[in-house]
């Protein structure tokens, strides 16, 4: 397959990637410091920790867009990084859903629904993630097997 069509889905992962990196880098230490109650530095020094399986995610994106590149999609290297994108969905949900309670407690006491809001939108998001990648990994298992099956039939 042509380089060409997957490097505008490198590049929006690459763009995505340098954003949220910019975003821990530069955003989340300004964050900090301007924060005249602190109640929300525990929030933001909490962000650092599922940035982690986030770029690990990304990682393992431009990985399967390397084997569509190569043409060799249909094999247990897809499949691997597929389970590993929806585990790194499954961590960061779950990492979200745990800070839940406490960033409810700072929305209620700072009088912010947004906030709660904003916490509930990225345990959804993740856990979508997830599961289309669980999904995905299913039918790319599912063409792997078929695929296997038809080189041993002569």
Known sequence: M??????VLKGAIVLIGAAVLALCVFGLPAAIKVTG???????????????IPFFYALYQSLK?????EKNTVF???SVTALKNIKYCGLVISVLYALGMPYIIYVA????????AAL????VFASFVVATA?????KLVQNAVD????????V
Do not use: C, H
């Open 108 to 115: 209620d006491k700072d009088d912010a629904p947004g906030v």
């Open 75 to 77: 094999s247990d290297l």
């Open 133 to 137: 990648a669980g999904v995905f990994q």
């Open 119 to 122: 916490g509930f939108v990225i």
């Open 37 to 51: 109650w602190s109640g929300y530095r525990p929030i933001f020094l909490g962000m650092y920790v599922p940035a």
């Open 2 to 7: 042509k380089q060409g069509s997957t490097l």
């Open 146 to 153: 078929i695929k296997k099956e038809n080189d041993l039939t």
């Open 64 to 68: 399967i867009l390397s084997y569509i």
